[in-house]
């Protein structure tokens, strides 16, 4: 039976103070909400979204605001707007060869390149400085779009693309004490300007797309290759870091080896056919010099499978670079393995001089050469030297120290290591074509195997002068033979051309 209704009863009124109460405490709480979402959105969050290329008023920008222009280190133009019909613009990029770098901007495609990664800044939706940047919003006109002004020299680069020529492969040059980029080349590559054609793009890129040899892949960036002996730099640093290995470590039965190999859970490993410095066990400056397999194998397992992880970690190694433009993440095993990773003691054996497992992207064998010339101190890699922007305001970007790889010894020991390995008396018979007339150089070569049906992979790793350097950069020759014979030339020339351009 239901209950009838019935009065209140005298005495009893309803709570209505504290129905109030309740009523103005949500209210205060929702309000509050709403208040902290906002001030989050627009001032905490606000960068992230008013710079996300799905961004309305991105995409708006892009396609009718003006853009800023883009430079190199001279003031020399790598890309700029052009009017095309309907009052939209188009770009143009009067140096093709820096395409890898610059990218392109594209009605059809989108962005890639610089083009993408400071989309906000070149449409004026960002500036550089986050106290602009937060009173933006406020003005009638948002926009006050930044010319780029890179560290990248336009001279260099065409010199670095001249040296390469028609093989496959890239080049990076660094300024090891700041990080920033000199050059960057990677081979084969795209015309920007016929990406963004509107009428004939469309053909152009699906051509690119259906090529074999990858010519929208930023080799320098994100290919990913077997390093060979360029490696034995890490090595070097993981073993001397962790006092795993001195100056003067030798291994007595390492000269027996020369002739039988050295037997690893019944894989031998061998040298390279040489006829110098096999009849004493070598020490770390002179196994560098000759650039001995067995002695670097025989120091991995000393160093250990986790030390070696660990330290080539410190290089940068196991993790995505801090870059303007998109890396890939270099590796020194592919994990997993019962060994810290690895496999077993033969894997970590062959890791020793850049086989096995190993994989490095050319970007990353320029950090490891600019380390040791820089002391031991990785500088944080970059592209970008200031932004303009239209209006007047000048935003800097200086060079940041991202870690502290070695300490100064040990990186000393092993630049005199690479300085033997270029232009001692037997390091030149293996090196010697990146020596330059006058000037010390450091270096290390590379012939790394991908197969038996296949030329090795051409590497060089350096930098000048070895006593005060300016310059590092990395070299790999896909399929190019002796790293000596193909690579170690080019990084040479490529030195001796910038430190021409800087007198």
Do not use: C
């Amino acid at each position: 039976m239901s209950r009838a209704w019935q009065p209140t009863q005298p005495g009893r009124s309803p709570d209505i103070g504290g129905s109030l109460l309740r009523l103005a405490l949500a209210m205060l709480i929702g309000y509050g909400a709403l208040a902290a979402g906002l001030a989050y959105w627009q001032v905490i969050d606000a960068e992230r979204l008013s710079t996300d290329p799905r961004n309305p008023l991105v995409i708006a920008a892009a396609r009718n605001a003006p853009r800023g222009s883009i430079y190199d280190t001279n003031g020399e133009l790598l890309a700029h707007n052009l009017r095309v019909g309907g009052g939209q613009q188009q770009r143009a990029y009067p140096a093709a060869v820096a395409a890898p770098v610059v990218g392109y901007r594209s009605i059809i495609f989108g962005s890639a390149g610089l083009e993408r990664t400071y989309d906000a800044q070149l449409t004026g939706l960002r500036s550089g400085s986050a106290a602009d940047d937060l009173l933006r919003k406020f003005r009638a006109d948002p926009y006050d779009p930044a010319d780029l002004h890179l560290s990248l020299d336009l001279r260099l680069q065409e010199y670095a693309a001249q040296q390469l020529g028609d093989f496959r492969g890239a080049i990076v040059a660094i300024e090891p004490s700041t990080g920033r980029i000199l050059a960057m080349v990677t081979s084969p590559t795209f015309d920007p300007n016929r990406i963004v054609d509107p009428q004939r793009g469309a053909r152009y890129v699906a051509r690119l797309r259906d090529r074999s040899d990858s010519p929208l892949l930023n080799r320098a960036t994100q290919g990913l290759y077997v390093p060979g002996s360029v490696f034995k730099i890490v090595t070097a640093g993981a073993g001397l870091g962790s006092n795993a290995i001195s100056g003067g470590t030798t291994y007595e039965s390492q000269p027996e080896e020369y002739e039988t190999g050295f037997l690893v859970e019944g894989f031998r490993i061998r040298d390279a056919p040489r006829s110098v410095q096999t009849d004493h066990p070598l020490d770390f400056l002179e196994a560098t010099e000759v650039s001995s397999n067995i002695w670097y194998a025989h120091a991995a397992l000393d160093i250990g499978a986790q030390g070696l992880l660990e330290w080539a970690g410190r290089f940068g190694f196991g993790e995505r670079i801090p870059f303007d433009l998109p890396t890939s993440a270099s590796q020194v095993t592919r994990a997993g393995g019962p060994l810290a990773g690895f496999s077993d003691r033969v894997e970590l054996a062959n890791a020793a001089y850049g086989q096995g497992q190993v994989l490095v992207t050319p970007l990353q064998m320029a950090l490891v050469a600019a380390t040791i010339a820089n002391g031991g101190v990785a500088m944080k890699p970059k592209l970008v030297d200031e932004f303009r922007t239209a209006s007047g305001q000048v935003t800097r970007v200086g060079p940041e120290a991202w870690r502290t790889v070695l300490d100064r010894g040990d990186a000393q020991l092993i630049r005199e290591a690479m300085q033997l390995a270029v232009e001692g008396q037997y390091g030149r018979r293996f090196a010697g074509g990146a020596r330059i007339d006058g000037v010390s150089v450091a270096g290390k070569t590379g012939t790394a195997q991908v197969g038996p049906r296949d030329e090795p992979h051409s590497w060089f790793i350096g930098f000048a002068p070895a006593d005060s350097p300016q310059i590092a950069v990395a070299v790999i020759v896909e399929n190019g033979g002796s790293g000596g014979e193909r690579a170690a030339p080019i990084g040479g020339r490529l030195m001796a051309r910038y430190l021409q351009l800087q007198r």
